[in-house]
């Protein structure tokens, strides 16, 4: 092919210095139908094929091809056709004669052709997207897989980023709830994909049927919920690259926290820092064009919202509740009672009627068992024998001082010793541990070893005020009496000791 400067010059004595084409052939030595195309065209204009090539051993197997590329957008990634595997089909299944090269040129030319097309939109402000996204952290030491609320604000690419130890619905909600806390308002409406959080179920018109907690969330907070097409993750394009920018620009390298608290902490920082950025095409900073996007955002309703599942159970036989495949324990004078679990990302609330009637942090192991000793303390009084077999009591990490006030209560009272004990740990329902450990300790120098006496220590201590000990009920403690002064008394000492003299 010849170079633009060629032409340059073939041009030149034609158009310039009035050569005729044939004269210009004869000067360059080339071709006339040469001469004639370079008058024709500025620059070499390259190939250009003026019909389409016949393929007629190929032509009769298209509709073969074209059905094998439209069974391959249904099959797994791994498991669609190569160019080759089509070729070998071709030729074994339905006995196609030609080569290989002509099955890849057209199976290259229907998939470019059958790939999506999108229209650019535009996005006004008021309106948001939000997704969850994964990455890898350390938090307390523990390198574990986190998962990431995403909400983005299509008009000003303004962001919020929340870390939670899994994808669960009362995080869904929980997120939800400190996105508008960040931004301070609403949005008119929020573009959601088909996550089973929100969706329970998809009918054949394409309605949504909303799941209990998602329905319960937009009732709140009265915005309008959108989402995209099944499996069509760019329906919400900006949410989608929002994951992939904050796992890229605030998660690495991997983050480390002693928390989810200090990571999140982390995380709002880099979500504050993004709004001064000046993203192509805008001349104003994310942050400004923000203030669009609230401008329109609808008020906060009055009322808090209570970001939770709510789980109705049983309690069982042994004082436990389950919520997602965890025990957790609850007071054992409510066995058997109908109770309603709040699910939080942080704790597990069990109520009973109108009363909280346990709080647990909530637990993201699985078959895991969450006791408060003190659930079991009331029913361990009357089941004193189970004392030293007690799971809630194993890991209680009780001071010292505890056990050795319950030995010698055993040594000096026996099987009723034990039961005290346990009477003495009852206090801890109503006083501080540290309180009743420190009435403990001054009972043990007292050697006032009985329930009744740490009670009364414990409670002058925490009411400041001097405790007077009556030990009268005790019959088992050594008793010391003190008579009154007699002068004979003193009588019949000095006359011992004077006949002591004399012998």
Not at 259 to 280: H, K, T, W, Y
Not at 407 to 433: H, K, N
């Amino acid at each position: 092919m010849y170079k633009v400067v060629s032409y340059e010059v073939v041009r030149r004595a034609v158009f310039v210095e009035g050569l005729s084409q044939r004269q210009a052939a004869t000067r360059f030595g080339k071709d006339p139908r040469t001469i004639r195309k370079m008058c024709a065209f500025s620059a070499p204009p390259g190939y250009r094929r003026a019909k389409t090539p016949a393929r007629p051993k190929l032509d009769p197997f298209l509709g073969v091809i074209d059905a094998i590329l439209a069974a391959d957008q249904h099959a797994p990634v791994k498991q669609r056709h190569t160019t080759k595997r089509i070729f070998e089909r071709l030729r074994d299944e339905h006995g196609y004669a030609g080569g290989n090269t002509s099955v890849k040129d057209y199976v290259r030319g229907a998939r470019i052709t059958a790939r999506e097309m999108f229209v650019p939109l535009i996005h006004p402000p008021g309106h948001a997207q939000i997704d969850f996204g994964e990455a890898v952290a350390v938090i307390a030491g523990v390198r574990q897989k986190i998962h990431f609320f995403c909400m983005d604000l299509p008009h000003s690419d303004a962001c919020f980023v929340k870390a939670y130890p899994a994808e669960t619905t009362e995080a869904f909600l929980d997120g939800h709830v400190a996105a508008f806390a960040f931004f301070g308002a609403v949005p008119l409406s929020i573009l959601y994909d088909n996550l089973k959080i929100a969706v329970a179920r998809i009918l054949g018109d394409g309605v949504r049927v909303r799941s209990r907690a998602f329905s319960e969330l937009v009732s709140h907070f009265l915005f309008a919920d959108r989402f995209g097409r099944p499996g069509k993750g760019n329906d919400k394009g900006n949410v989608e690259g929002l994951v992939k920018y904050a796992r890229k620009n605030f998660m690495v390298p991997i983050p480390h926290a002693a928390s989810f608290e200090e990571l999140n902490a982390m995380l709002l920082a880099g979500c504050i820092r993004r709004q001064d950025d000046v993203l192509r095409g805008f001349e104003a900073t994310i942050g400004a064009r923000m203030a669009a996007d609230i401008g329109v955002f609808r008020n906060d309703p009055v009322g808090a919202f209570e970001p939770c599942e709510k789980v109705a159970t049983r309690v069982s036989a042994f004082s436990l509740v389950r919520y997602r495949t965890n025990d957790y324990s609850v007071p054992t004078r409510y066995g058997h009672r109908e109770v309603l679990v709040k699910g939080f990302v942080d704790e597990v609330v069990v109520i009973c009627g109108a009363d909280v009637i346990a709080r647990h942090p909530r637990a993201y192991a699985k078959a895991d068992l969450i006791f408060d000793p003190l659930h079991y303390l009331e029913l361990l009084e009357r089941k004193a024998n189970a004392l030293d077999q007690a799971a809630p009591l194993e890991n209680w990490g009780l001071p010292e001082e505890f056990a050795t006030f319950r030995r010698l209560l055993e040594s000096r009272m026996g099987t009723r010793g034990r039961r005290e004990y346990i009477q003495v740990l009852r206090l801890i329902e109503i006083f501080a541990l540290a309180d009743v450990a420190a009435a403990i300790t001054t009972a043990l120098s007292l050697s006032a070893i009985s329930f009744d006496a740490v009670k009364q220590l414990v409670a002058a201590r925490v009411e400041r005020r001097t405790v007077k000990l009556d030990l009268e009920a005790y019959p088992h403690l050594p008793r010391a009496e003190v008579k009154a002064t007699r002068a004979a008394d003193y009588l019949a000492l000095t006359t011992a000791q004077n006949i002591e003299m004399a012998a």
